[in-house]
């Protein structure tokens, strides 16, 4: 007779890791090195966006020091980047934020942090292919606007005022070609990449070249008092405005995190995720902090433009020939985002999948191109017509979300990880286990919850070695509890700025008692035993890294509209209705089969 589950065993069963460091079988191809996955890193993060960024926050909220807002955003993406490469190293699995979430938190958990990566993809993709058209259209004065508003016009309110033709077919194409040939798609990414950063490098060297260090000395006196200039200077609107647009460029490193998606399909991937992501933070950080230096060099902060600044920075040094150089540029650095953005997609539904919570047909490998073909169509498919139909000027706040709560998941993995209770997987679950290569028992003994052991063991008065299943369990409620006090000092911060500045007592005492909380949090987390260590990279300073980055994130999401959280809930509602009525009764029934196996075992074992 087999035991009956409860649905919150399902809910939150984890999905198992192989802790001997071996890699196990994959259906995909394995084809891409570390110069692939970084050239998908740096291409899918330096867009457009490196051509526009900086000039916008330059003139709108940092001013020279716009270079210092690179320099802290490059900082805080680090913190999620190597929470992101110690699990490259240790789950080298398709999937990304969604299997590593499913290793620590569990399945549910997994499904929703999936189902927004799907989101973040599919927004990703139709707002590049957007931006490509519009891109286009502006040097050929909007003839594509004027044909397709003729051929095909819309006339709804949350749709764009015609089909977009050109984003569509871009989307098809680029999709059909990462279906057949993953190794040939690297190739040509990797040449448009490089291309992307040789025009950036020349960028950077010409704009030197024309580098005026009067523009960083503004006096706001013998400017016009239409320009907005605030107080002159390198930091014109303090350094308040350098934070806020530190937030703002946080967002142009976004991006890096597909190629945690390739797990399966790269040589020693336990070596070269980790050093691509780190590589490739390093190149878009040098882009970002050039570009924006250079810019700030050649014409003043109040005279940028904000749509299109290094074209009309070197119309503005008389070099119109750059300015030509760097139209093209990021028309292929559009190019790059749009394979970085599509190259992930199918590989998290392709995860999801194989795992049974999403239709089992997307996960099915095409046994001549190992690539999931049926999953990269439909994906492609479904953005297309995303991409065709939606204005996504009100949608790109969604991608927002999608990955700053990746990245907090990611982090809360991290802490959990490494002071779980790590079991050798028994000789009977890893029989019966189908997928026992992927697998190791996340089980624990059998010690006894009490009051006594567990103010003990929070304060780790035996000092006891190894994670067992009390200090486990009291970690999760920890770092809980420091997400929920990280929630409420972010709201402090972003209600009663003023309040603290002005350091009104209620303020003080209440930021006082927040930070104190987090402090404690993190030192009874650090009594706690610990994992030991292995040869993998690994997350240095933990908890005190995953928590500031935990933080920034979930400062970084208060920001966003009631819309974009309205927009997002609509989102969820979909993914939860598949999940009950499709994902959680297929874990429901693999759950039971693995339990009747288990003591099917026993049985004969005892005869």
């Not at 259906?27 to 916008?56: F, I």
């Not at 599919?122 to 292919?129: L, R």
């Not at 008692?513 to 706690?528: A, K, R, Y």
Request: one cysteine or more; hydrophobic letters at 50%; proline letters at 4%.
């Amino acid at each position: 007779m087999v035991q009956q589950l409860s649905p919150w065993k399902v809910l939150t069963r984890r999905k198992r890791i192989q802790a001997d460091g071996s890699e196990g079988e994959t259906k995909l191809n394995r084809v891409l090195g570390l110069w692939d996955l970084t050239a998908l890193g740096v291409g899918s993060t330096l867009g457009a966006g490196v051509y526009v960024l900086a000039g916008q926050i330059a003139k709108d909220q940092a001013g020279p020091s716009v270079m210092i807002s690179f320099a802290i955003a490059a900082l805080a993406s680090l913190l999620a980047g190597i929470c992101y490469a110690e699990f490259g190293a240790r789950v080298p699995k398709a999937g990304s934020a969604y299997v590593y979430s499913y290793v620590c938190i569990g399945e549910f958990a997994a499904f929703v942090i999936g189902w927004n990566l799907i989101l973040e993809y599919v927004i990703g993709t139709a707002s590049v292919c957007r931006g490509i058209s519009l891109y286009l259209d502006s040097l050929l004065n909007d003839t594509l606007k004027e044909t397709f508003a003729e051929v095909a016009p819309m006339n709804v309110t949350f749709l764009g005022s015609y089909f977009d033709f050109l984003a569509f077919g871009l989307v098809v194409v680029f999709g059909v070609a990462l279906a057949f040939g993953v190794e040939t798609s690297a190739m040509a990414n990797n040449c448009i990449t490089c291309l992307n950063i040789f025009i950036l490098g020349f960028v950077i060297i010409a704009g030197a070249i024309k580098a005026d260090f009067t523009n960083w000395t503004v006096d706001p006196s013998t400017v016009s008092a239409n320009a907005t200039i605030g107080s002159g200077g390198f930091f014109p609107f303090g350094f308040e405005g350098t934070l806020q647009g530190a937030a703002t460029c946080f967002f142009g490193f976004v991006g890096f995190d597909c190629i945690a998606t390739t797990g399966e399909e790269v040589r020693n991937p336990r070596k070269n995720i980790p050093q691509s992501i780190l590589l490739s933070l390093l190149i878009i950080f040098l882009c970002y902090f050039g570009v924006s230096t250079v810019l700030t060099l050649m014409l003043p902060y109040y005279l940028q433009d904000a749509n299109a600044p290094l074209p009309y920075a070197f119309e503005y040094v008389g070099w119109p020939v750059a300015m030509w150089i760097v139209t093209v540029g990021g028309l292929i650095g559009l190019l790059a985002s749009l394979f970085g953005a599509l190259f992930p997609l199918p590989r998290v539904m392709y995860s999801m999948a194989q795992d049974g919570l999403l239709f089992r047909f997307l996960g099915k490998v095409s046994p001549r191109f190992h690539v999931p073909v049926t999953g990269s169509i439909v994906a492609a498919l479904f953005t297309a017509v995303i991409a065709g139909l939606f204005d996504l000027a009100q949608l790109v706040s969604l991608l927002s979300i999608g990955t700053l709560l990746a990245y907090s998941v990611v982090a809360i993995s991290i802490m959990l990880l490494r002071y779980m209770e790590y079991y050798e997987a028994e000789e009977n679950q890893t029989r019966i286990d189908s997928r026992a290569s992927e697998t190791t028992s996340l089980t624990s003994r059998a010690e006894r919850f009490t009051c006594g052991s567990v103010c003990a063991q929070l304060f780790n008065v035996h000092r006891v070695p190894e994670p067992n299943r009390i200090s486990t369990r009291i970690v999760g409620t920890l770092t809980a509890l420091f997400s929920l006090i990280a929630l409420g000092l972010g709201l402090l911060i972003m209600h009663a700025y003023s309040a603290i500045r002005s350091q009104k007592a209620w303020a003080i005492t209440l930021l006082v008692v927040l930070i104190g909380m987090i402090c404690l949090v993190l030192l009874l987390i650090c009594l706690q035993p610990r994992e030991t260590r292995s040869r993998l990279f690994r997350v240095p300073f933990v908890p005190v890294v995953p928590a500031i980055s935990i933080f920034i994130n979930i400062y970084l999401m208060l920001q966003l509209d009631t819309w974009t959280w309205i927009r997002f809930g609509v989102w969820m509602i979909v993914g939860l209705s598949i999940y009950f009525l499709y994902g959680l009764p297929n874990s429901y029934r693999e759950l039971r089969r693995q339990r009747a196996g288990w003591q099917r075992l026993k049985y004969s074992e005892r005869l």
